[in-house]
């Protein structure tokens, strides 16, 4: 679906976020209200049982800028995700967490990284991290192990915070947990990856629905799923279609 004339979309899943959607939107309009491109935040509310919902609709109405979609109950992360890629208008697409973590500030830089030719996604890596030991060490865990097996070096592949062409996204198997392999998934379709430090922050209100039993075990386990994928993905690129002339030096084709 998505809007036309639309630059950049933000994409936000949330799960009973009730306490932080409105200070995380306000600081979203006025980071996005000061620069020139043409913007739009999608909420995906998925399956909350607090007043999430209610006061995403009422931002939404109050700020034409925001859009929202609402599942009929909780089916996790990833489809949050897809729904929210699939709707997007933009031909840059930034995501972020809706827990008050992330700092919309840092959008607009990394951004211009993809914008000035330097990558196609840009994934954030958490250089100063506000979580407690546990999460820590289990994220070291997670990636360490994640780059070993596919081959793909990623800093901080736990962070919800990257922004990329809406291409990286295009035609992606969709599992439950696929967000956290966006950025070898992107990789193996020929897209090239980049990495910035971003601005990390305790979470505003609300409990982290983090736990290792949750994320770290499913998340190693996944891996060998990805690296499958790896082992059996059929890539190409298209060089010239009919009625078209050459690309320019240095251009490139949709996969």
């Not at 109050?62 to 997007?88: D, W, Y």
């Not at 930034?94 to 008050?100: E, I, K, L, R, V």
């Not at 990495?195 to 039993?213: C, D, F, L, T, W």
Request: proline share 4%.
């Amino acid at each position: 679906m998505g809007q036309a004339g639309i630059d950049l979309s933000i994409v936000i899943p949330v799960k009973d976020e009730a306490e932080n959607i409105s200070a995380v939107a306000a600081e979203i309009n006025s980071v996005m209200d000061r620069q020139g491109r043409a913007w739009e935040c999608i909420w995906v509310d998925d399956g909350s049982t607090d007043r999430s919902l209610e006061i995403i609709r009422g931002l939404c109405a109050a700020h034409p800028r925001h859009r929202f979609i609402s599942f009929e109950k909780n089916f996790g992360k990833a489809a949050a995700l897809m729904a929210a890629f699939e709707e997007a208008g933009g031909a840059l697409i930034a995501m972020m967490d809706g827990d008050g973590q992330n700092d919309p500030a840092d959008i607009l830089p990394l951004a211009d990284m993809i914008e000035s030719g330097a990558a196609d996604m840009v994934n954030g890596y958490r250089a100063r991290r506000k979580d407690n030991l546990v999460r820590k060490i289990s994220s070291r865990i997670g990636n360490a192990f994640r780059n070993r097996v596919t081959g793909t070096t990623v800093r901080d592949a736990g962070c919800g915070f990257r922004v990329f062409r809406r291409e990286c996204v295009r035609s992606l198997p969709v599992f439950a947990g696929m967000h956290r392999f966006l950025p070898t998934l992107a990789v193996l379709k020929g897209f090239r990856l980049a990495e910035a430090p971003v601005n990390h922050r305790p979470r505003m209100s609300g409990k982290s629905k983090y736990s290792i039993n949750n994320r770290l075990w499913v998340g190693l386990a996944d891996t060998f799923g990805v690296l499958w994928l790896q082992k059996r993905a059929v890539t190409y690129r298209i060089a010239a279609r009919s009625g078209e002339g050459p690309p320019a030096s240095g251009g490139r084709r949709d996969p």
